[in-house]
């Protein structure tokens, strides 16, 4: 009788910490999952869309995608991940035998409508100097564009961003596409020992080969990084992982119950 009181107690206490998720979940102040990458494998980008690109020309999408294409969606005067994310990702271009331009093509695309195709061509300058080689200036796009074609892009991608008084909340991803516009792959870059992004050679590599094929890929890694200029740990943060550590604490407790109230259940 006793073991069933604290079962059921307990199990009220783990369904009220789901129902609690739910909540934050759909909260309308929560940071966390309004800034997010919802994957839409198979699904295909607006390539109707006309953005601006670096140096002052209106391009339609469909005339970029020609060839396997990785999706940046990042803002230019960033001061959180967006630089380090393009960083790496110029690093990467250099650490195997595939050739920007010719096996694939990376499309940055800003996210603040304020920037411009200047703002645009200084960042593509500073990228293109740390690559480490020469590849065609088409291979990597930075382009700018209006509030609709932004909001039309990174919904269709599933990429969500909130704005900030002091820019824009949002994670770090690349989003590999076929020459069709249909998402095939989403590469969450890792971490190094110093907190760095680190995208595998062999991961971007397999990511373009795979998207040439046409072929959807479920995602392996799941890092994201929150992009934002201030301390993102905030009380959103806190009760997230209060949330956690109390279901975490509430099931092991049931589990420990039911192994004290049945100590010989397996070795009869």
């Given at each position: ?95 195997t035998e595939l050739q920007p331009g010719k096996d694939y093509r990376i499309i940055s695309i800003s996210i603040n409508p304020a920037e411009t195709p200047k703002i645009a061509a200084q960042k593509k300058n500073a990228m293109l100097s740390i690559i480490g080689q020469k590849i065609p200036p088409t291979s990597w796009e930075f382009l700018t564009g209006d509030s609709l074609s932004i909001a039309k892009i990174t919904d269709a991608a599933g990429f ?109």
């Amino acid at each position: 009788m006793y073991l069933g009181a604290v079962l059921k107690n307990k199990i009220k206490i783990l369904l009220f910490f789901f129902i609690l998720i739910g909540f934050y979940k759909a909260h309308p102040s929560d940071k966390i999952h309004q800034a997010g990458v919802v994957e839409h494998l198979g699904k295909k980008l607006p390539l109707d869309l006309t953005f601006t690109n670096s140096v002052g020309e209106k391009v339609l999408l469909k005339d970029l995608v020609d060839k396997p294409t990785i999706f940046d969606f990042v803002y230019y005067r960033c001061t959180g991940i967006c630089t380090p994310l393009m960083v790496e990702v110029a690093s990467v271009i250099g650490k195997t035998e595939l050739q920007p331009g010719k096996d694939y093509r990376i499309i940055s695309i800003s996210i603040n409508p304020a920037e411009t195709p200047k703002i645009a061509a200084q960042k593509k300058n500073a990228m293109l100097s740390i690559i480490g080689q020469k590849i065609p200036p088409t291979s990597w796009e930075f382009l700018t564009g209006d509030s609709l074609s932004i909001a039309k892009i990174t919904d269709a991608a599933g990429f969500y961003f909130q704005r900030q008084s002091n820019g824009y909340l949002h994670k770090g991803v690349l989003i590999f596409v076929d020459k069709s516009g249909k998402i095939c792959e989403y590469v969450h870059p890792g971490y190094t020992s110093r907190g760095d992004f680190s995208i595998l050679p062999s991961e971007f590599k397999m990511a373009v080969i795979e998207t040439g094929k046409g072929a959807v890929t479920a995602t392996i890694q799941k890092v994201l990084q929150t992009c934002t200029t201030f301390i993102s740990k905030g009380k959103d943060g806190i009760i997230l992982v209060l949330i956690m550590i109390t279901g975490i604490f509430t099931i092991t407790t049931v589990l420990f119950i039911i192994k004290k109230a049945n100590p010989y259940k397996g070795n009869s």
